[in-house]
């Protein structure tokens, strides 16, 4: 390993002095360390940053996360051109992305220089939001894409197609499309399944729906979801990992297939994801 990505919450406390720490033992490596541009500024590292977009794929060996899943999600979109493998440290709650706590990083850095570890492959959802034939915004998910409505109280009625086919109209709250990855976030909250991310599958979970078919339905990873939005009031979004959203209007629809875009995730031997849900079943 050569050059090294270090992608930190700058809200997280005890990220200043993890990082001083992995640059120090990377520096003893002669290993390059990066930041990103606004990152390293906020953290106190700006002779670290280089911004995103001189990056290009082969030029990063290996990406640190310091933060919780949702750090992770927002760093793995963002690098997922450099097609680079990315380990997770968990500075929250028990993450199901995140690889390995604190006091765990270095020995985990040190499998990472010497090739000891695994790489777990997980697959995006990719989104479009279409009105008529003109497409308004396109979107790429690791866990959900969200239709729902605004802070109002009136339902709104979703009309879903799998491929060409017909499903049902939803009177909800809203509707989750999750990959497998993302069963474990809202979908599983909605009453959703928990999904092996060894599947190559989607499921689909509404939200409060105002109907006796309130059942998740679990889809092939090669077809494709058309939610078609019917709602005369303008407060109705999609929501994409809980982290970017658009405006939708009545007859507006969202599509959401499997991605060709996949994120790198690095385990140690031995990793379990039953493992991991063993663990968060007990914090709960």
């Not at 030029?59 to 450099?82: E, Q």
């Not at 790429?140 to 894409?145: I, L, P, R, T």
């Amino acid at each position: 390993m050569k050059h090294l990505m270090i992608w930190p919450n700058p809200d997280k406390d005890q990220v200043r002095g993890l990082t001083g720490k992995i640059r120090h033992w990377a520096t003893q490596r002669e290993i390059t360390v990066t930041i990103p541009q606004s990152l390293a500024e906020e953290t106190g590292f700006p002779e670290l940053g280089r911004a995103l977009e001189t990056l290009e794929a082969g030029m990063i060996d290996g990406v640190v996360v310091l933060g919780g899943d949702g750090t992770l999600l927002h760093a793995a979109k963002a690098l997922s051109r450099l097609n680079c493998p990315i380990l997770g440290v968990n500075l929250g709650h028990l993450g199901f992305l995140t690889e390995v706590e604190v006091p765990d990083l270095l020995p985990a850095l040190t499998a990472m220089v010497n090739n000891q570890y695994e790489i777990d492959q997980r697959r995006l959802l990719s989104a479009k939001v279409m009105r008529g034939s003109k497409e308004l915004a396109r979107f790429e998910a690791m866990n959900d894409v969200v239709v729902t409505k605004g802070p109002f109280a009136r339902l709104i009625n979703l009309e879903t197609f799998v491929d060409d086919g017909y499903v049902t109209t939803y009177p909800a709250d809203g509707l989750i499309v999750a990959s497998p990855t993302g069963s474990t976030a809202y979908s599983l909250s909605a009453g959703g399944p928990i999904l092996s991310p060894a599947l190559s599958v989607m499921v689909v979970t509404p939200i409060c729906p105002h109907s006796f078919f309130d059942r998740s339905i679990v889809i092939n990873g090669g077809q494709q979801v058309k939610i078609r939005v019917r709602a005369m009031h303008r407060d109705t979004l999609v929501t994409v990992d809980g982290q970017e959203t658009h405006p939708l209007e009545d007859g507006d629809e969202v599509l959401v297939e499997t991605s060709s875009t996949t994120i790198r995730l690095l385990r140690r031997p031995g990793w379990s994801f039953f493992q991991v849900l063993r663990g968060w079943r007990k914090g709960h």
